[in-house]
C-alpha cells in the first residue's frame, strides 16, 4: 500500500493544476515498484524529500506556436523545437517529443448537425482510441476555456501499472463542442523508473498549462496564414507531410 503522507509532500510546494497531478500519479506508482524488502537505515531527518522535481527538461524549452491551416488553429507546444508535426497523412494532427516519449492529437471538426461536448467526445472515441477510456483512473477534470467560447472539459489521469511493471501512463484528454463545431486534444506520455511518476505529472502539467491552455482558433473570415519562423527552427521543404519547428 503507498504511504500516503509521504506521497502528499510531493503536493505541498506545487501549484494547484501541477500540485494535483503529481499527488495522484505518485499514488499510483509505488503499487507496482515499491520493494517489500525494508530499508536497513531509514535516511536522515534533515533529507530533503519534500523537495519535487524540477521542470521536465524535455518540455522545458521555449514554447512554440505550430498553426494548422487544415484545422484553423494555432496550438502551442512547450520545448517547440523538439516536436514533429504530421498535419497531413491522417484526420487528425498528430505531434510527437520524441526525448520525453509524448504523442499529441488534436483536430477540430463541422458535424452535420448542432453539438454539446458530450456528442463530440463519443464522435472522436469512435473515429479513433483515445486515451483515458476503460480501465484509467481520473485524477482531475473540469472545464476549461480552450477554445475561446467552447464548452469544454478536461481530464487527466493515468494508467495503472501492471507488475512487475514499473512504467507509469499518463494523459491529459480534452473536448469541447459549440454550435456545428467539435475540438479534441489527447495528449499522452509515460516513463518508468523511481522518478516516473513526478516526471509523467510534470510533463502532462506542462501540456495543460502551456499547450492546452493556448489553444485558440484562427479567424474564420481572414486568409489562412502559414506557420511563422521560431528560432531555432530547421527549413521545411512543401510538400511534407511531417513538419518541425
Given at each position: ?35 517489500s524488502t525494508p530499508?536497513?537505515t531509514p535516511p ?27 484545422f484553423d488553429l ?172
Open positions: 500500500m503507498a504511504d500516503l503522507p509521504a506521497l502528499k509532500r510531493w503536493v505541498a510546494p506545487a501549484r494547484r493544476v501541477r500540485g494535483a497531478l503529481i499527488g495522484v500519479a505518485l499514488i499510483a506508482a509505488p503499487a507496482c515498484g515499491t520493494p530499508v536497513a536522515p531527518a534533515t533529507a530533503p524529500a519534500t523537495r519535487p522535481p524540477g521542470p521536465a527538461a524535455e518540455l522545458n524549452g521555449r514554447v512554440g506556436e505550430y498553426h494548422s491551416t487544415r494555432a496550438l502551442p507546444l512547450p520545448d517547440g523545437v523538439g516536436w514533429r508535426v504530421d498535419d497531413a497523412s491522417s484526420p487528425w494532427l498528430a505531434a510527437t517529443h520524441a526525448s520525453s516519449t509524448t504523442t499529441l492529437l488534436v483536430r477540430t471538426w463541422r458535424p452535420n448537425d448542432r453539438v454539446h461536448r458530450a456528442l463530440c467526445e463519443t464522435q472522436a472515441r469512435t473515429w479513433r482510441k483515445l486515451p483515458g477510456g476503460e480501465g484509467s483512473v481520473v485524477i482531475e477534470q473540469r472545464r476549461i476555456d480552450a477554445p475561446a467560447g467552447f464548452d469544454t472539459v478536461l481530464t487527466v489521469g493515468i494508467v495503472p501499472p501492471v507488475p512487475p511493471s514499473t512504467a507509469v501512463e499518463g494523459f491529459a484528454v480534452a473536448f469541447g463542442g459549440r454550435a456545428f463545431r467539435c475540438f479534441a486534444y489527447a495528449a499522452a506520455t509515460h516513463a518508468e523508473g523511481p522518478d516516473a511518476a513526478p516526471l509523467v505529472a510534470t510533463r502532462l502539467a506542462a501540456l495543460v498549462e502551456l499547450s492546452l491552455a493556448g489553444v485558440h482558433l484562427e479567424s474564420e473570415l481572414t486568409p489562412a496564414r502559414p506557420a511563422s519562423p521560431r528560432p531555432p527552427a530547421p527549413r521545411v521543404e512543401h510538400p511534407e507531410p511531417t513538419r518541425r519547428f
